[in-house]
């Protein structure tokens, strides 16, 4: 049963919540899992996503980022950040307190290195050498310490006339992937968040994505006429169709 709330949740629920399938959690998909996982609360509020992340991000509890291929920009967390900040869409993320730490410490390691000065190599030292006096004058001979003739190598003189070996081409022959994949079957309340976290959430991002649900609940007794009407107001909140079916309709 659904909880209902007036208020923002609090960020830690977001973190002890967090679908293990995700590093980066898009604020589009945490905001569709309050209405779509039967173990969040209740929102009365969309706003209220915004307010969480909003004090998440002020505490230190989660971070608010974009991605690029450089990392994460932008990057906020530890700041005073408002909620009116919170951008609801794909392209904006949160990310947990443990993530956000080890980026910055990669980093700030990054920028150690970059601004580490490289060594100038040392180079050997040159002399001259100069002999005693001879007959025949003074004579100097120069010695350059560490410098060697290189060899001679006769495969590295080639005929000018010799064709260079040309390589075949490699044929990759392309691997045919699915575009469709289908799933029914019977799942019952207590794995309904985990089949949320682990399957679909996996493709939440898609847009072809498609959800056919029937619902049926049978109990001992009799379902009372306003809990019929609950159910159908809840239905039209979330944007569905609130037409509900029951055992009496059905013998009429």
């Not at 996982?37 to 608010?64: C, H, M, Q, W």
């Not at 980093?107 to 580490?116: F, G």
């Not at 239905?235 to 013998?251: K, Q, Y």
Request: with cysteine; net charge negative.
């Amino acid at each position: 049963m659904f909880r209902y709330i007036a208020y923002s949740p609090n960020p830690r629920f977001l973190s002890r919540n967090w679908p293990p399938a995700f590093t980066e959690w898009s604020t589009k998909a945490v905001r569709d899992a309050f209405f779509a996982s039967p173990l969040f609360p209740r929102l009365l509020n969309s706003d209220a996503v915004k307010e969480a992340i909003s004090r998440g991000v002020k505490d230190g509890t989660l971070a608010y980022v974009g991605k690029t291929s450089n990392g994460y920009e932008p990057f906020y967390h530890q700041c005073t950040f408002t909620s009116a900040e919170v951008e609801i869409s794909e392209d904006m993320f949160i990310i947990t307190q443990e993530t956000a730490a080890a980026y910055q410490t990669a980093l700030a390691a990054s920028v150690t290195v970059s601004e580490t000065p490289s060594t100038t190599p040392q180079t050997e030292p040159t002399g001259t050498y100069t002999p005693a006096n001879t007959n025949s004058g003074t004579a100097s001979v120069t010695n350059t310490v560490g410098e060697k003739p290189a060899p001679y190598d006769s495969n590295t003189k080639k005929s000018q006339d010799e064709p260079e070996p040309t390589k075949e081409p490699e044929i990759i022959t392309p691997v045919a992937l699915p575009k469709l994949l289908k799933w029914s079957g019977v799942i019952t309340p207590q794995k309904w968040m985990n089949f949320y976290t682990k399957v679909l959430t996996k493709f939440a991002t898609n847009k072809d994505l498609k959800l056919t649900l029937k619902v049926e609940v049978l109990v001992e007794g009799e379902i009372a006429t306003q809990k019929i009407e609950e159910t159908k107001v809840a239905l039209s909140e979330l944007g569905l169709n609130n037409d509900v079916e029951t055992d009496i309709h059905e013998n009429r």
